[in-house]
Nanobody
């Protein structure tokens, strides 16, 4: 089970930190991803982090503004969002994909993640 928290309403330029708490599995065995979906739009990849946290990969539109991290002892993955823009307004979802080991690659398609949270709303006003 994945449960997101930390969403809210902020003004442009502000920051938010989203959390995603996982239960029901060995958290450190899963690659974790963040996606977002704005009203009337397709679900969009934000970024992903390897099971150890040593590797990350981001969508071009968030590079330098958003940072993904994880704490495997707390079974939690985070999305730190700085420099928020109105176009970042969306429901943000975390997702999990079991990592079978070997060389890590960054899964960026929603179909690659079988497990999803319900999402948390982020609203950015201008």
């Amino acid at each position: 089970q994945l449960v997101e928290s930390g969403g809210g309403s902020v003004q442009a330029g502000g920051s938010l930190r989203l959390s995603c708490a996982a239960s029901g599995g060995t958290f450190s065995s899963f690659t974790m991803g963040w996606f977002r979906q704005a009203p009337g739009k397709e679900r969009e990849f934000v970024g992903t982090i390897s099971r150890s946290g040593s590797s990350t990969y981001y969508a071009d539109f968030v590079k330098g503004r958003f940072t993904i991290s994880r704490d495997n002892a707390k079974n939690t993955v985070y999305l730190q969002m700085n420099g928020l823009k109105p176009e970042d307004t969306a429901v943000y979802h975390c997702a999990a994909r079991f990592d079978f080991g070997g060389a890590w690659y960054a899964p960026s398609r929603s179909v690659e993640y079988p497990y999803w949270g319900q999402g948390t709303q982020v609203s950015v006003s201008s």
